[in-house]
């Protein structure tokens, strides 16, 4: 991939990101009620981040996504996802349904809960899933990167 | 009369995408088949979808979001299609795919 910039673009995936990105979110949201979910977000934005690099070179794209950030975002949709079935478990102690997203501490009626502990779910799995995505990017378009280089 | 407009509607997008699908298989090079496919597929998705909405907007009127969403689609497909067409041509060019000239053979 070589570091050579082309106006147009750039100027279109500028354009276009905030809109992939808007509508990866509008995925992740409707999965509860429709076609989408975490997983199909998740991947609708870490292709967004994928645009970034193929437009603006992996150099450019490694200062805006550094790997460490990388990494501890995939931890933490991981761990959301882990938390509020653990969650559901530590306060629904002696009817133990850790699927039972109701016995979430939110101060709303219980079917609600329910839905938010579903979206919360989804959020977890949609970031897990971006992170995950633009980690195997990085590294499939970074090998090409340094022919002859260090390593 | 409405019906009579979605189906023209129709009818010249899947003309569009049926001239650029006989242009894609016809063209002797790369160049050329891109050129065929990348304005004639931007222009029938865009007629074919606007058949669509006119359908919509008139027969489900209680949905209008419906319309909304796919006029969103005619404007990324205008905005997109071109550009993916060009970001292709280009990197053709810079990889050395050689244009075609007249009596050479089909690539």
Redesign the interface.
């Known amino acids: 991939m070589s570091e050579e910039r082309?106006v147009?673009?750039e100027t279109?995936s500028r354009?276009?990101i905030p809109?992939i990105q808007l509508f990866a979110l509008y995925v992740i949201i409707h999965g509860a009620g429709g076609p989408g979910g975490g997983f199909q977000g998740g991947v609708i934005f870490g292709s967004s981040f994928v645009l970034f690099i193929i437009a603006f070179g992996i150099t450019a794209a490694r200062k805006k996504v550094s790997e460490r950030v990388n990494t501890a975002l995939s931890a933490l949709g991981v761990s959301i996802y882990a938390g509020v079935g653990l969650l559901c478990i530590i306060f629904s102690l002696g009817v133990a349904q850790y699927l039972n997203y109701g016995y979430l501490p939110l101060p709303v009626h219980f079917e609600e809960r329910r839905a938010l502990g579903m979206d919360f779910v989804e959020i977890g799995i949609g970031i897990t899933v971006m992170a995950i995505v633009t980690s195997i990017f990085f590294d499939l378009a970074w090998k090409e990167e340094d022919e002859g280089g260090e390593e | 009369m409405l019906e009579i407009i979605v189906v023209a509607f129709l009818a010249v997008g899947i003309f569009f995408m049926f001239v650029g699908a006989v242009g894609l298989l016809r063209f002797p090079d790369f160049y050329t088949r891109l050129h065929a496919t990348g304005k004639c597929d931007t222009l029938g998705e865009a007629l074919i979808i606007a058949g669509l909405l006119i359908y919509h907007l008139f027969h489900y009127p209680q949905t209008p979001l419906v319309c909304v969403k796919l006029l969103f689609l005619i404007i990324?497909i205008f905005?997109?299609n071109p550009?993916a067409t060009?970001?292709l041509m280009?990197s053709a060019y810079k990889t050395g795919v050689k244009p075609w000239k007249l009596g050479d053979e089909r690539q």
């Open positions: 082309d147009i673009i279109v354009l276009m809109f | 990324f905005i997109t550009t060009y970001a280009r």
